[in-house]
């Protein structure tokens, strides 16, 4: 197996728009220094929190090359490199690999659907090969709620065992634990993160390597603490109170609520704007939301020096 | 209503790869004119069936280039510009537009589920003032079946009604006849196409601009024989005839068994090659498919001279 780049809690970042729904790369970094300031232990852009398939390909590099010259650490960087076509996610890969990033976190194809998992080997096989770079080091993006297109674990097993030096973690956002489990048990040393904090403590008693959540865009810290202590006397009410936050959250549509929230607590409204197809929160649901969270006690550190860009 | 550039039997077209796997426009360009030749009233290069998806943006752009460079005439594309950003989609579009294309074929930002027609009606409203040209003709593309997320029948009139010159029509590969009669009674004058030939006399006898269908590219004539003679007395046998010849290529993966039948009897086995995630057809399918439509008497004009690039 070889070294594991990542580990704890990472965020797939918020992307921000401008009014004119143009990236906000200056913000951006901005809101990258202040995750990684706050623990996060990377940063996942160009998740599906991200909105990254929301934006162009040459949108996506330009981001990075901003980030990467705005001095974020490159191997604290785990970019989304998903695209339905085999040359598009190979350049977006070779890109990440060429600006340093510690990783890449690869969704399969996923406009056709029903195709067979040697379809699926091919097209990984086919980014590997493109890249053609011994840095390369993918992180498997499963999704099957939003891309429908999965990685069985049968699957898994083939890639790992094919390319053990390219493709070293999976990102679990089946929101399945038995699938969760089944790779942590049958695959050890292979960086196996669930994608939402509530499997995080379950996961580490299995030797997971943390886990990749969208409401760590607000809550590091929380998650953070979980990660930390998962061995002492408090992980359970740690794992409870982070699990509250995010079952409140995810009575909202996850990408706008989250928007709002930094919006609320930076006192930076453009930070709502989304990209179609999403849409913004409402006036009723935005203060629904920001009802819900004070109930929980919720605040997020705001840090205004470390917003600029 | 706009005047309406396409109507008959258009063809989502093929896309041959060479052996490395990259597009071979060359040989696209001669089969386009081997369609056109042969009746298609239209060619919707880079849909679902041309593996579009398959492809990046820059290789679906270089590919048109080639084809109107090469003669084929830009009146008679409609090539799809579907993608899940909006300005990966206004992009494309515009270098449709650019290209003197008849129209593009639109599908819905697709990797997000769930989300509300408002949220889609702004990606379409994103791309229309993107490219800010009365010249753009969209044909809205709905295959839920593939995409998931589709253009509803109250978003499509939406749409119709915001953008009376620019939303002009729409295939429905459904697969479900209620919704492309409901699309019919609906929209008098709105160019509707059934995604499969199946529906081809019911859509001429409600209206319909005639359909798209990806077996155009082995039975153009076959399909055309019923556009031709919808109001005579063989329309109901021709309808069957065709039909039957869909049927028998439905028992297989459709892209690949279609690339399968022009490779064998065009004499030309690079023409199975697939991209991944698809997979081509194995040596028993290839068998079993050659067979099945032999039984049916089906042959292929193979016009090897039109095929040179």
Redo the contacts between chains.
Sequence with gaps: MPSQPFQGVLVPVLTPFTPH?EPDAGRLAGFCRWLLDQGAGGLSIFG?TSEA?????A?RMALLDTLVEAGIPAEKLMPGTG??????AA?LARHAVGRGCGGVLML??????G??D???F??V??VIDRVASPALRIYLYHIP?????GYSLDLVGRLIKAYPQSVVGLKDSSGNWSNTAALLDRYPGFAVFPGSEVFLLDALRKGGAGCITASGNVNVPGIRRIYDDWRGTQAEALQAEATALRKALQAYPMVPALKRIVAHFHNDPDWAIV?????PLDEPQSHALIADLTKLGFTLDQRPSSMAA
């Design positions: 729904g599906t398939n929301s934006m162009s390909g949108e695209a339905c076509s085999v040359t598009e350049g399969p194809p996923f406009y056709y659907k195709v067979p040697d379809g699926i091919a097209f096989s086919g709620p939003v891309a429908q297109v990209r179609p197809p999403m849409l």
